[in-house]
């Protein structure tokens, strides 16, 4: 049986720039770039865990204006719901805690960088519209 997983993440702007964050080895998605957010835990909802997130893995207190997708994405082993939120950083100064490498990239770089197949989608509406609202 297959599991189900839900997912939060961030689509932190600053200066017209887009936060992306490169994974480390392991998983399926060994050193493709993601948005930060994780899995949402028992008993908290996206909105929590986006936050969450984003202050262990990144040491940022961010701001969500809203959520801006949710859309589901099959992997061989587990159907992932996400969940997309549009942020800015409230406080703090981004810090490479988990991740290997971290990056502020305009819409358009987004094609130079491979990302995890479940953020393709998304990766795609921000090339074609730059900030989603």
């Given at each position: 049986m297959r599991k189900n997983?839900?997912?939060a993440a961030a689509m932190i702007w600053k200066e017209g720039k887009l936060l992306?964050?490169?994974r480390g080895a392991g998983g399926n998605c060994a050193f493709l770039w993601e948005f930060p957010g994780g899995k949402v835990e028992c008993g908290e909802t996206a909105?929590?865990?986006?936050?969450?997130?984003?202050?262990?893995e990144l040491d940022i207190i961010i701001d969500v204006?809203?959520?801006?997708?949710?859309?589901?994405?099959?992997y061989p082993d587990k159907q992932i719901s996400f969940t997309f939120f549009d942020a800015e950083i409230l406080s703090g100064t981004v810090q490479k805690q988990v991740h290997r490498e971290i990056r502020w990239v305009s819409p358009k770089e987004l094609d130079s960088k491979s990302f995890c197949p479940a953020d393709i989608e998304i990766v795609e509406q921000?090339?074609?519209?730059?900030?989603?609202s």
């Open positions: 997983v839900s997912v992306i964050c490169q909105l929590d865990c986006v936050i969450r997130e984003c202050k262990e204006k809203k959520m801006i997708a949710q859309f589901d994405y099959d921000i090339k074609n519209q730059g900030r989603l």
